[in-house]
């Protein structure tokens, strides 16, 4: 058996610190977090190449006196934990005593601080959790920490950080969190030298918003403030219309405390029941304020995941703010139109005498929706179908030319899903024949028997009669979707681009934000032109050809989906997008369609041999003749 070693203490630091600091951003939170509770109302972070060779963070809070300077740095030392009664009721963020001795045992660091009461300040130096050097210094009130070079005594870890943009990022989205849990506290974040975010730290939390997530994301808040069984709950979520595609928007504050609730979150999403799409979700800020003594959050080193004694005043309180917020604050807009103003007839206003028959014959007839339109635009001059009308289960066509015909027309995908140009209606009997309509069939091949277009259910199922035993069920969208996604999938890399007249900004967390940028390239192959504008905000100047609506929610949903397949192959990512452009391209179940189209929509099915959509539902179903007439009893 092997002998049991102790480690030294080298080797037993550099374990646990690996439990408290994984990257740059760890660091940050544990600094940043000594700060809140050091009483600051200004704060500094300053990083260079995403924190990993420079990091300092500056406060104007109490500082620490000489004598505890070198005592703050040893493990499970710490001023706001004295017995094991306060461990039940934690009131500040730090309460473990690691965070100090845990950054300087895998990072060179250098402390400046001074007391109220003190004539001189102290500075001390500490690398790998040796001492260096502790003597006076002229320095302000407060405590300026420096870290460099982290896990320059650990390569193994080091080879594990991101890219520095990456890294950067993590930094970033701490120091939001932080601003946003504080906004009495003035936080300013420097990066590279460029300042990044500056909250004015004047208490109000919508001015923290607009710093941390812009004018767009802060317009279409609600406010919400609500008290029920001792818990209070306030703060902004987002108008049912300014729905986010994914939840990485949602920020919950317990006590101070960025955390992770999925019983807020539960809550939150169970209030907006009937105000959403399906695949969307809410936005917020919420604070949520509970006794100490009723939540643990000694559950996990990173101190984002609490324990309720009991959940259920917590949900009961997030879900009714949030419900009467929406029911109170989200009123329907008002229609403002101008005072109308009394028209003054010209001088020389002449109004010609014109007899009531000829007022009826200059009249223009409304505009109806004509199959000829579409056949103008999707099918071919020698491929237009002849058909009788007032018949809903269409006869085929009985000369072979127009079966020849109907056989090699095809549908184009992308005209499907736009709009048809409207013809006007035809305004004598002469220009429409009683047996002009659309006929659709399709004949497979010969051994096989043609299909007959018979109607559509639900505005989403389209009805065909195959020969004269089957009856085939269509889910548009599905067939649609997957045309559109083969057609991708031929044109990849060289997807036709459409550029916007106006391009859209679209306002992310910094986690989509930093994996958006490093898939740049990826987007370019699938039709998108994005780039950065800084800030957690990306500007989309260009898009697939297909995709005509709700870009910014396509970018969203696409940016988290980046931000969640980080480590995902290449070839993954973009055949995801290609599933993504094609669902939001193809035709909606519950949009109206023409008889034309829906056979142009078979036609091209039955060309491609289509069976499955891109996320592998059937795109048809059977139903044999001899199952319906046996429901009937007919057999």
């Known amino acids: 058996m092997p002998k049991i070693n102790v480690l030294d203490k080298h080797v037993s630091e550099l374990i646990a610190a690996g439990e408290v600091v994984e990257r740059p951003a760890s660091a940050a939170k544990e600094l940043l977090e000594n700060t809140i509770d050091s009483g600051a109302t200004a704060v500094t972070i300053e990083i260079k190449h995403g924190g990993v060779t420079f990091m300092r963070v500056t406060d104007n809070g109490c500082g620490i006196t000489r004598e505890d300077v070198p005592r703050a740095f040893l493990r499970h030392a710490t001023s706001k934990v004295c017995s094991q009664d306060d461990l039940a009721k934690i009131s500040t963020l730090g309460f473990r005593g690691e965070a100090l001795a845990s950054i300087a045992a895998v990072s ?3 402390l400046l601080t001074r007391t ?114 001792g818990v209070k709950v306030w703060g902004f979520i987002s108008k049912p219309v300014a729905s986010r595609a994914n939840r990485s928007m949602q920020n919950f504050f317990l006590n101070g405390r960025y955390v992770k609730s999925r019983t807020a979150m539960v809550a ?66 008002l229609l403002k139109l101008k005072e109308a103003q009394p028209m003054r007839k010209p001088a020389s206003f002449h109004v010609p005498a014109v007899m009531p028959e000829q007022i009826m014959l200059q009249k223009t007839p409304p505009a109806v929706h004509d199959s000829a339109a579409f056949e103008q635009n999707v099918v071919s ?56 309509v659309s006929a659709p069939y399709v004949q497979q091949n010969e051994a096989d028997a043609s299909l007959k277009l018979v109607g559509e ?34 044109q990849s890399g060289n997807i036709p681009q459409q550029m ?81 452009i094609a669902c939001r391209a193809a035709v909606k179940a519950g949009d109206t369609s023409t008889q034309m189209e829906l056979a142009q929509l078979v036609i091209r099915m039955e060309k491609e041999d289509i069976r499955y959509c891109p996320h592998g539902r059937p795109v048809s179903i059977v139903l ?10 007919r057999i």
């Open 108 to 110: 060179h660091v250098e």
């Open 116 to 229: 109220r009461d003190e004539l001189a300040g102290t500075h001390y130096v500490i690398a790998g959790g040796e001492e260096i050097a502790c003597d006076d210094a002229g320095c302000a009130e407060g405590t300026t920490f420096v870290m460099r070079d982290i896990f320059y005594n650990t390569p193994a870890r080091m080879k594990f950080l991101k890219k520095d943009v990456t890294e950067g990022n993590a930094v970033a989205g701490i120091t939001d969190h932080e601003a946003l849990a504080h906004p009495e506290i003035s936080f300013r974040f420097l990066r590279d030298g460029r300042e990044a975010l500056h909250t004015p730290g004047d208490g109000k939390l919508k001015d923290a918003i607009f710093a941390v997530y812009g004018r767009e994301f802060t317009q279409a808040l609600l406010p919400v403030r609500y008290e029920l069984n």
């Open 268 to 333: 939150l999403e169970e209030a907006y029941k009937g105000c959403l799409m399906v695949g969307k979700f809410p936005a917020c800020v919420l604070h949520i304020k509970v006794n100490f003594a009723s939540v643990d959050v000694n559950v996990h080193p990173n101190k984002m995941e609490v324990r309720f004694m009991n959940e259920k005043p917590v949900f009961e309180a997030v879900y009714h703010a949030v419900k009467t917020a929406l029911q109170q604050e989200d009123a329907p807009s």
């Open 381 to 436: 001059n020698d491929s237009k179908i002849p058909v009788k009308q007032n018949t809903f289960q269409n006869e085929i066509p009985n000369s072979e030319s127009e079966k020849t015909s109907l056989k090699n027309s095809e549908c184009k995908a992308e005209n499907f899903t736009e709009n048809s140009p409207q013809a006007p209606a035809p305004n004598s009997a002469s220009q429409v024949s009683d047996t002009e």
């Open 457 to 490: 259910a639900f505005d989403t199922y389209i009805i065909v009669e195959q020969g004269n035993e089957e009856l085939r069920f269509i889910d548009k969208h599905a067939a649609h979707e997957r045309m559109l996604y083969e057609k991708l999938r031929a």
């Open 500 to 580: 916007l007249l106006s391009p859209v900004t679209v306002t992310l967390s910094k986690d989509e934000y930093s994996a958006v940028l490093q898939s740049l390239d990826l987007l370019a192959q699938a039709g998108y032109a994005v780039e950065d504008f800084g800030d957690g905000t990306v500007l989309v100047r260009g898009v697939p050809v297909m995709l005509q609506e709700n870009i910014e929610g396509a970018v969203e949903e696409i940016a988290g989906y980046l931000a969640e397949n980080r480590t995902s192959l290449m070839t993954e990512k973009l055949d995801w997008l290609y599933h993504n």
């Open 624 to 633: 044999r003749r001899k199952d319906l007439e046996h429901q009937f009893g």
